[in-house]
């Protein structure tokens, strides 16, 4: 940064970005929540490599369980009707495919 004693004249070298995160950047944050819940009850846990998987991680038990889990960030409508006190939430169900590999959605909440 440079400064002067011209408080008008106060410029940046670095443009300021918005905080907000992206998609993305929400699901990685998710992924790691259900991670640290999962590590904490005892689990082994692994990231699924392939971006086409149909699940983000694979839960092992230390009695050998196998979960194959797949994590989702919770999200909510914004209101679209005056009557709406509460953003409404959005509720999520498997795939067909999802179903017949019997893999579990998480819903984490990112804030």
């Known amino acids: 940064m440079v400064f002067s004693n011209d408080k008008s004249k106060l410029s940046t070298k670095f443009p300021i970005q918005s905080t907000k995160l992206t998609k993305a950047q929400k699901g990685t944050i998710g992924e790691y929540q259900a991670i640290v819940d999962l590590t904490k009850q005892g689990y082994y ?58 893999i579990e959605l998480m819903m984490v909440d990112n804030g």
């Not at 990231?47 to 196998?66: H, S, T, Y």
């Not at 914004?78 to 179903?99: D, F, G, N």
């Open 45 to 102: 846990v692994a990231l699924a490599c392939n971006p086409q998987c149909p699940f983000d991680l694979v839960a092992v038990g230390e009695d050998g369980e196998i979960r194959l889990i797949d994590v989702k960030s919770n999200t909510y409508r914004k209101k679209s009707k005056k009557t709406y006190k509460k953003s409404l939430k959005i509720y999520r169900c498997p795939t067909a495919k999802q179903k017949k590999l019997k």
